[in-house]
């Protein structure tokens, strides 16, 4: 299986996929520099009138709703529309959606108009889109995601998409598989956008792979150990930040084998990676 996830990271760096990346005013920057160091090509089109015709160019779709107004509203709704169209895989992050129920609504016509490859959010936000109750302070999860394997299954299959729940640890469902990934280190608490930075990666790898549990696998494990390799040298935020940006960069194969911590929930991996 690792070798399937080192051909994933392979392939982005071979390939160099465009990815359109619709984020947050906070971390437009950190996810260019972020995509750019991993091997992909960012553009960041912001413009309603824009995003159509250069969604249907790209490889892959991130689309983060943190700092949401009107006017990136209806460029993600054009963006949505034109990757359907033109199969283009989309990644969705619900920033927020835990606090802010405008957002849950939000998203969930994203997932009427639009086909959604991954949803990746931390529990809370995971939770929120099930009906579940959760904790949070604004942005950010208190929930202690016990329950997030089987929260990520449910969700994943009532609405047939990959779900993807952040936390201390990490996991991933569709419909068949539940992973629990235990790479990460607090370090990524310490700065922002870590999570908006995953799910950009995730569009990443979802460009070059057509299974979206492998692609998330991939991107968790990449951003994962990349930050725990940052944060055995450092452990100041912004010496952090770029030693991340760096090991992005030199991440290879030998790395992911020697460090990866991974497994399935309740049986088998499944034959298909």
């Known amino acids: 299986m690792l070798d399937s996830v080192i051909k994933v990271l392979n392939d982005v760096r071979k390939k160099t996929p465009l990815i359109h990346a619709i984020t947050n005013n906070v971390v437009i920057n950190d996810n260019a520099n972020a995509l750019l160091s991993f091997g992909a ?12 015709d250069f969604t249907a160019i790209s490889k892959a779709l991130y689309i983060n709703i943190g700092t949401i107004n009107d006017e990136i509203r209806h460029t993600i709704i054009n963006s949505t529309l034109s990757a359907k ?18 957002r849950v609504d939000f998203v969930k016509m994203l997932l009427k108009i639009g086909n959604i490859d991954i949803i990746k959010g931390n529990v809370g936000e995971i939770k929120v889109l099930l009906g579940v109750e959760t904790k949070v302070r604004g942005v950010d999860s208190l929930d ?3 329950d997030a394997p089987d929260v990520c299954y449910e969700l994943a299959n009532s609405i047939n ?14 419909s068949r598989r539940k992973i629990i990934v235990k790479n990460g280190t607090e370090m990524f608490t310490k700065i922002t956008g870590a999570g908006c930075t995953l799910g950009a ?12 549990v492998l ?16 944060a055995e040298e450092s452990t100041l935020p912004g010496t952090f930040r770029t030693k991340f940006y760096d090991y992005l960069y030199i991440l290879n194969g030998d790395l992911i084998k020697e460090r ?4 399935e929930i309740g049986g088998k991996i499944s034959e298909t990676f």
């Open 144 to 146: 202690d995601g016990n």
């Open 260 to 263: 990866a911590k991974f497994e």
């Open 85 to 102: 169209e033109h199969k283009v895989p989309v990644v969705v992050d619900p920033v927020g959606c835990a606090a802010i129920k405008s």
């Open 161 to 174: 998409t990959t779900i993807v729940a952040t936390g201390k640890f990490d996991y991933i469902s569709d």
């Open 215 to 230: 692609a998330a696998l991939t991107a968790l494990l990449a951003v994962n150990i990349a930050g725990e390799l940052a």
């Open 201 to 212: 990666i995730m569009a990443a790898t979802r460009a070059v792979c057509d299974d979206s």
């Open 41 to 52: 090509s960012p553009a960041m089109v912001v413009s309603p009138d824009e995003a159509y």
